[in-house]
């Protein structure tokens, strides 16, 4: 990995170009979904406590099929189907009940490795890296969703782990899984961007502002108050753009990436919530290390905001 922008971005992204068809109608199918469960051929996404499966010598997915190791899919607390891909189904299976979930097939024990996405991702095939952020990002909401929100008592996946549902027959409400929508933001005036960083940052490195969508704004509002809490920077918000998203599933976000003309220059930093923010010219983005920043990782969208702006895709 290196912090040199690459030449020109396009719009694929990591994470994103989702190679599942999801075949939603199929999932109240029991017959045809039980069928597909014990197909051979059937693919196995295995979450360890929100880390995935993958080859322990190169890193890449590791999906062994239904006929490599059937026993996973007693051994998972939850699966879910997460959809067909030429003619296969994929099925992502919670082990995070399990210690070590190593011993829960051989095949992991001897091929396999649980690693964060978060440091493997950039190395996966975009497809797989898809597939990958979906298990996690599903089975994430399953383990935090044991209980009805409503009553307290015990749900239930249902609809082929797509939901689950409250047991409590005078409840019985419905819990659908959930993605916090966050903004990210290249704020810019002339040629200079707006840089920040948090102190959970890595060393030197700085970042497009960011937050989550509060209740009642619209994104673009929440680009314009997170903008504004976090560097005093006014934002119009009928001047914000929208560039693109990205599923986030570190736990549970939709990035939702924009572009920003600023309508004041005036910093004034919120220290509860940021370290530093600074205005950097565009010419010093290919060099930043020269001045004692660093950009961020690659598969983030952060960096392709930054990227797509620089090259003037913006
Ligand atoms: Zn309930």
Redo the contacts with the bound molecule.
């Keep these: 990995m290196t912090d040199t922008p690459a030449p020109s971005a396009s719009k694929a992204l990591w994470y994103t170009g989702a190679p599942l068809d999801r075949l939603s109608h199929r999932r109240a199918d029991d017959g045809w979904m039980t069928k597909k469960l014990y197909d051979p051929e059937s693919r196995i996404v295995a979450v360890w406590r929100d880390k995935s499966l993958v080859h322990n010598e190169d890193e890449s997915a590791l999906l062994p099929t239904v006929g490599e190791a059937r026993e996973l899919l007693d051994a998972g607390r939850y699966h879910s189907f997460l959809g067909m891909r030429d003619g296969t189904a994929y099925f992502g299976v919670d082990l995070s009940h399990h210690e070590d979930p190593y011993q829960a097939h051989p095949q992991i024990d001897a091929n396999g490795a649980f690693e964060d996405l978060r440091k493997v991702g950039p190395a996966l095939a975009q497809a797989e890296g898809s597939i990958l952020a979906h298990a996690r990002g599903l089975m994430f909401w399953h383990r935090r969703n044991g209980f ?6 015990e ?1 239930k996946p249902e609809k082929a782990g797509s939901q689950r549902r ?3 027959p ?4 419905e819990h659908f899984p959930r993605t916090d929508p966050a903004v990210i933001m290249l704020v810019y005036k002339g040629d200079n961007c707006l840089l920040g960083r948090t102190r959970n940052f890595m060393p030197q490195m700085y970042s497009t502002l960011a937050g989550f969508v509060e209740s009642g704004e619209t994104l673009e509002e929440a680009v314009a108050r997170e903008v504004l809490e976090e560097t005093a920077v006014v934002v119009d918000p009928a001047k914000v753009r929208y560039w693109a998203s990205q599923p986030w599933p570190f736990p549970a976000s939709l990035m939702l990436g924009f572009h920003a003309e600023a309508e004041t220059d005036e910093i004034i930093v919120d220290t509860e919530e940021m370290e530093d923010a600074r205005w950097v010219h565009k010419s010093q983005l290919d060099h930043l290390e020269d001045f004692g920043m660093k950009l961020p990782r690659r598969d983030s969208i952060a960096y392709r905001l930054i990227v797509s702006w620089m090259n003037g895709e913006a």
Aim: with cysteine.
């Design positions: 009805c929100g409503v009553c307290g008592s749900t409250c047991q409590n005078d409840c019985k409400t």
